[in-house]
């Protein structure tokens, strides 16, 4: 598989099938929440159109349309008893209301990139609040800000900008059909991020829905919300409508290159020396390491190790910065391409050059795969022995790649207490391992079998890798470093895997919660429990 591949887990692969039925529920309760639901919401735009019942034609397509890991949505066993496609905020408001009044477990959902799927899956009878349609984007140039709302996608933010500014742009993620909801509120990355941070670090306001329906904006959230909503995922506080961002400056041309070496071309000695090199260079300079196992036929079997780099400057500026800073890897200027900020983010997003920007309004990634993925944060080198093991596990898995993003720049100059995201200072790089497979490779029923090679180059990389706790990233989720029932949040549960997520902060966001959202209506398998109450002697 070409490298780019892995940028949204795009392969060409579509899947319809019937879903399986609703977790059992009351009929009546159900009937009652229809009926709820008009009687608390705008009524100048229609709920009526907003909700999708099994029964309606457009039921399954829609519930599909944004399911995006296959190995979730082929293996759940239960769907939703209804979808509120909310058109205007009232809807959004009044799904809170009635779902809480009639003992329904609510599920949001924007771009359907959850990579364990709890946007649209659960155990308990639920309603899933699709934020899609909800996706405007108001740009103001005087302050270099923008009002963007939960469901518009980091491709139409992009498209956005650009159609204002080309000296302006947004640190958020690569793939662009993510939903700005759920991104942003674990924390939001991407190739600006050594310069500018996270996408949180840039968010300056927000609207949330709390669980009794009201609208609160950063003043009547208070402070302590609003710090726990960035970077310590919304669903557990509330639901997201909008984000207020600020804008960054990039220059009108930048430089993107990707220098690709293999183990005989001395791949473990320039990744050895990326890790020394990559989290230290000048924050204009982002190059990330991508590692993929080649089948070239037989035992003939080796590992591609790609350096994509992103640079706020043109090439000449790049050229001598790496001749000085990284020679090892050879950098020419016939590596390098020069263009717009908008154009390198559809480059990054793994589009040919010269592709028209307009791509970045398709708002569904039609092309999906069954996939696992882990991720991992390393505050030491991995050491040279320690690479030639990854290359080994690699190459016997094969369908299976490994990024590491370095950090360094602005992410070691902010404090893991600012916001609840807590992995700043002291880390080298984040590593994400992806596994993926079609229904070529077996599709459904191979998943146990994928599944345990992802975890088993996670367990090799343990030696390596942060530990007590081994830190893991919100917005890669993966269930297996712990997780609650569908209906349950038990708090010691929680904390093994809100050490790992959230480190220190835990505490403090499980004592948000507990004033936002004290009886925890918002919850998942991952959701932040409120703090227990200390008992009275």
């Not at 925890?520 to 109450?533: A, D, H, R, V, Y």
Request: charged letters at 20%; one cysteine or more.
């Amino acid at each position: 598989m070409k490298a780019s591949s892995y940028t949204c887990f795009i392969v060409s692969i579509f899947v319809l099938f019937s879903i399986s039925s609703a977790a059992s529920y009351d009929p009546v309760d159900f009937d009652a929440f229809l009926q709820c639901l008009p009687q608390h919401s705008d009524h100048t735009v229609s709920i009526a159109g907003a909700i999708l019942t099994p029964n309606n034609a457009s039921f399954q397509s829609t519930y599909q349309l944004r399911a995006n890991n296959l190995r979730i949505l082929l293996s759940a066993t239960s769907r939703p008893v209804a979808i509120i496609t909310a058109l205007h905020p009232s809807h959004a408001q009044a799904a809170v209301i009635c779902a809480k009044r009639h003992g329904f477990q609510l599920r949001i959902r924007s771009g359907g990139h959850d990579y364990e799927g709890l946007s649209y899956i659960s155990d308990v009878p639920f309603v899933i609040l699709d934020m899609f349609n909800l996706k405007s984007i108001d740009i103001d140039m005087k302050t270099e800000t923008a009002w963007v709302q939960a469901g518009a996608t980091t491709g139409e933010l992009y498209y956005s900008i650009a159609q204002k500014s080309d000296v302006h742009g947004f640190p958020s993620g690569v793939c662009t059909t993510l939903g700005i909801g759920g991104h942003f509120s674990g924390g939001g990355y991407g190739f600006l991020m050594r310069k500018y941070g996270l996408s949180i670090d840039n968010v300056i306001d927000a609207q949330l829905i709390d669980a009794n329906g009201r609208i609160l904006d950063r003043k009547s959230m208070g402070e302590d919300v609003f710090w726990a909503i960035r970077g310590g995922g919304t669903t557990s506080f509330g639901i997201i409508l909008s984000w207020r961002i600020k804008l960054v400056r990039v220059p009108p041309r930048v430089t993107i290159f990707t220098v690709q070496r293999t183990l005989e071309q001395g791949a473990t000695e320039l990744a050895y020396r990326w890790q020394q090199v990559a989290p230290k260079l000048p924050k204009d300079l982002f190059i990330r390491l991508q590692l993929v196992p080649i089948n070239n036929g037989g035992n003939n079997k080796t590992v591609t190790v790609s350096f994509i780099g992103h640079f706020l400057g043109q090439a000449d500026g790049l050229l001598r910065l790496m001749n000085v800073r990284f020679p090892e890897l050879g950098l020419t200027r016939n590596d390098c391409s020069e263009m717009s900020w908008v154009e390198s983010a559809l480059n990054w997003a793994g589009f040919p050059n010269g592709t028209s920007i307009d791509v970045l309004l398709n708002r569904v990634q039609v092309d999906r795969v069954f996939y696992k993925t882990q991720s991992d944060y390393y505050k030491a080198v991995i050491p040279k022995q320690g690479l030639e093991t990854l290359w080994q596990v690699l190459m016997d898995i094969e369908d299976i790649f490994v990024q590491f993003n370095p950090y360094g720049g602005r992410m070691e100059e902010i404090s893991e207490s600012e916001t609840a995201f807590a992995h700043r200072r002291g880390n080298l790089f984040k590593a994400q391992y992806g596994i993926q497979w079609s229904e070529s490779d077996g599709g459904i029923n191979a998943t146990g079998r994928y599944v345990e090679m992802s975890r088993r180059l996670y367990n090799v990389m343990a030696p390596y890798a942060s530990s007590n706790p081994r830190e893991a990233f919100f917005n890669y989720r993966d269930l297996d470093v712990g997780s609650n029932e569908s209906g349950e949040t038990d708090f010691e549960v929680a904390k093994e895997y809100g050490a790992k997520y959230f480190r220190n902060n835990l505490m403090r966001l499980a004592s948000v919660k507990a004033k936002i959202d004290p009886e925890n209506f918002f919850k998942n398998e991952q959701s932040i429990p409120p703090l227990p109450t200390p008992p009275s002697h």
